[in-house]
């Protein structure tokens, strides 16, 4: 009885923290660019220093502030280009202050290994913040700011989320990737595809931002290739041997936890947006 009282209140935790975070993030990218600006820099800059954090415990030492400043740059200058606000000349300016990062650790004089620091501080940038910042291509596709295809994507992605927790658990038995994420199944990520297919489709008839067929195609996008992103960090997270990528976020661990498959979607989605336009 016990196990069961806590499983639920697990789930009604997780029901709650899930409608309160997309009601906020539907509302700022409804709202405009730039409230939802400031909300996907937070998630990205809060996102980094948690992977960054983690890195820490495995006894690397990156650049917590300083890379976390030059993701949250790359994320303000990629918003600035493509809402044409500034010239892409100005992402010059991220290679001297990537090249800052060598420099810095000529300073540091107690690190036996820098360059392990440099590595991670430059993975960091590469795992969290460049996807975050191509978000922003979703964004303003094709050149001015519409918040359909995030709101679309995101929904998918909770689709997906949603549909492969509740399959997994009502018919879960035969293991997905057992080495990587024991709980994982394939009947799960079956439900997960159905219920994101289903998404797509619904959504495609109220948006006019693309056609059925290119809706579908993001759908099973973020479906493959999320489930692939959540495999990775679950590969990262029993390499360092923890469950959670923090406590911020009640019933889902934290936002790298959260956002996980979004990381490694959205290459392949903006991908697909250019590719196919």
Known sequence: MTSILGKYSNLKQRIIAAVLGAIVIIAGIYYGPWSYFVIFLCISAITQLEFYKLVGLDGMLPLKTFGTF??????????????????????????????????????????????RGVAFTFLGIIYVSIPFSLINVIAFHPGVYSGELIIGSMLMLWASDTGAYFAGVRFGKRKLFERVSPKKSWEGSMGGLLLAIAMAYGISHVSTALEVWQWISLGLIIVVIGTYGDLVESLFKRSIEIKDSSRLIPGHGGFLDRFDGLLLAVPFITAFLKLFE
């Open 70 to 115: 030059a993701g949250s740059l790359i994320f303000l200058l990629s918003f600035l280009v493509e809402g044409g606000i500034v010239d892409d000349k100005y992402y010059f300016i991220v290679f001297p202050i990537g090249a800052c990062v060598y420099m810095i650790y000529l300073y540091r004089k107690r690190i036996k290994k820098p360059f």
